[in-house]
């Protein structure tokens, strides 16, 4: 059967968000079946481009939950609208860190949340992505694998701050870059505090910025400087921060702009998997709407088989041959010993 489909535009460049773009890849499917993942709905998404996401199927409970999310970007596409000073109740989520949907599994039942960006877009309960991010971070103990494609803890995108608003003098001609430092932070006291080993895996492609090495070498030179956890006088434990870049190899017939990129935007911890639409800057969190779905085993003394497959898949991409240590490259970006990777 053909269905009629109905397709409405999202605008988010407003004074409110003056960057900000529909950045979620997101399905609801029948009112049961689910997707959250990197992937645009595009040939070079589905074809040249490393993505990852999640599907769930036959949960309404679920995709009740994202459909809200869904119902708000279908709202902000009407002629002319406003985003109000609070959603409707209809809008509303009962599932959050705190308190998380149980699904059942055959495998071992899994809690789930989403969360939302940006703050505009977040109805009563709804918990940001960064607040979701802190908190699971925050809860490692042991391990932190992650992978995305940009990172930064500074904006990236926004124009001079005097070029589209209507502003004081007090702020007209101030840098338009914002330091953001709450997921940094984060990653430096999983290390530093818990001894958490911290794997951190970026991409590296022809649109890369130059200053996010500065910002990865920043993260990983902490690790010289880490504490040991001691018993009896004896050191048992110690976190580390370690960063490479993963770098898909071009075509050899020809090129295909906007593709052979490691497009991933997840981490997982022994305990959790957060799986996202957005890349790791304030940009997205604070003007971009995007999507982020929490897993983790609902008997925190259970492993979770989701958690593991996450765990599995990061291995397999952070051993791969196409990985790049940080250390090849200095501040700038530039190699400094490219011949073993030629």
């Known amino acids: 059967m053909l269905g009629v489909s109905r397709i409405t535009q999202v605008k988010e460049g407003t004074r409110r968000y003056p960057s900000g773009v529909l950045h979620t890849k ?12 990197s992937a645009n709905f595009d040939w070079r998404s589905l074809t040249q481009v490393k993505e990852l996401g999640i599907a769930v199927f036959n949960c309404p409970c679920l995709a009740d939950d994202l459909r809200k999310l869904h119902k708000i970007y279908w709202k902000m596409g009407a002629p002319r609208a406003k985003i109000p000073k609070s959603w409707p109740t209809t809008y509303d989520t009962s599932a959050y860190h705190e308190r998380p949907t149980t699904v059942p599994q ?6 789930v949340y989403f969360s939302a960006s940006p703050p505009g877009f977040q109805s009563c ?10 908190k699971l971070i925050d809860e490692a103990e042991k391990s932190l694998n992650m992978a995305v494609m ?14 589209h608003l209507n502003l004081t003098n007090s702020l007209k001609g101030r840098a338009h870059f914002r330091w953001h430092g709450r ?17 951190f895996m970026l991409s590296r492609w022809s649109h890369t910025y130059a200053r996010f090495y500065s910002y990865l070498h920043s993260l990983q030179d902490l690790s010289s400087q880490l ?4 018993i009896n006088g004896k050191c048992i434990r110690r976190g580390s921060i370690e960063v490479r870049l993963i770098q898909v190899p071009d075509m050899q017939y ?19 998997v957060y799986v996202g639409t957005s890349n790791w800057t304030p940009d997205y969190w604070k003007y971009t709407a995007g999507i982020g779905m929490i897993i983790r085993p609902d008997d925190i003394s259970q492993k979770s088989f989701i958690v593991k497959q996450f765990n599995q898949i990061f291995e397999r991409d952070w051993n791969s041959n196409y990985t790049i240590p940080l250390s090849r490259f200095d501040n700038d970006g530039n190699w400094v010993n490219r011949t073993r990777y030629k």
């Not at 055959?106 to 809690?111: E, S, T």
């Not at 309960?125 to 960064?130: K, L, T």
């Not at 940009?150 to 070029?163: E, F, H, R, V």
Request: glycine share 4%.
């Open 106 to 111: 055959r495998n071992g039942n899994q809690a």
């Open 227 to 230: 504490q040991c956890l001691k």
């Open 150 to 163: 940009d990172y930064a803890p500074t904006t990236l995108y926004l124009k001079p701050l005097n070029s």
């Open 26 to 37: 997101s399905w609801v499917v029948d009112g049961k079946h689910l997707y959250v993942g």
């Open 183 to 199: 997921l940094d932070e984060a990653i430096r006291r999983a290390a530093f505090d818990r001894q958490v080993k911290v794997r």
């Open 254 to 272: 020809g090129v295909i702009p906007y593709s052979r990129v490691y497009h991933n935007k997840y981490f997982v911890t022994e305990k959790a």
């Open 125 to 134: 309960h709804r918990e940001s992505d960064i607040d979701a991010m802190v």
